[in-house]
């Protein structure tokens, strides 16, 4: 399973790629997608991919992600992943889904994020620092 942190994303072929540089790649591929790319992130600190969303000029890069906020064992992540999209491929919403994965991994570190929701938060965070209303608290 390829290598993640809070940074980006080791591959398999050994290149590393930051979520920066990430983010570019998937934001073209959800407008094309119309708003509705599920990233699942299948890796060690694969969450911390939700970075990628905090913009405030682009949409963002994906309608969901979903991975694990610490590291993750490669049959925890085998398993809860097939729970996933089992779930998800019968219907079930995305809370529903993530808790069969949580259930069925035995693993309560994989996580949900959405992506126009935490671009708009992280806006309206940047808006009230920029107008000095959150300077000292967030230091």
Not at 68 to 80: L, Q, R
Not at 90 to 112: E, N, R, V, Y
Not at 124 to 137: P, Q, Y
Request: proline letters at 2%; charged letters at 25%; hydrophobic letters at 45%.
């Amino acid at each position: 399973m390829p290598h993640g942190n809070t940074e980006g994303l080791g591959l398999t072929d050994g290149e590393f790629i930051e979520w920066k540089r990430l983010r570019a790649s998937l934001t073209v591929i959800n407008k094309v997608l119309q708003g509705e790319l599920i990233v699942c992130m299948s890796s060690c600190f694969g969450a911390a991919a939700g970075k990628m969303a905090m913009t405030e000029y682009e949409v963002a890069p994906f309608r969901a992600l979903v991975g694990n906020v610490c590291e993750a064992e490669w049959s925890d992540a085998a398993i809860g992943f097939v729970a996933f999209y089992h779930r998800l491929f019968k219907g079930a919403d995305f809370p529903t889904a993530l808790a069969a994965m949580k259930t069925a991994s035995g693993d309560d570190h994989f996580s949900i994020e959405f992506g126009e929701e935490t671009r708009e938060k992280w806006t309206f965070l940047l808006a009230k620092i920029r107008a000095g209303e959150l300077g000292e608290e967030i230091r």
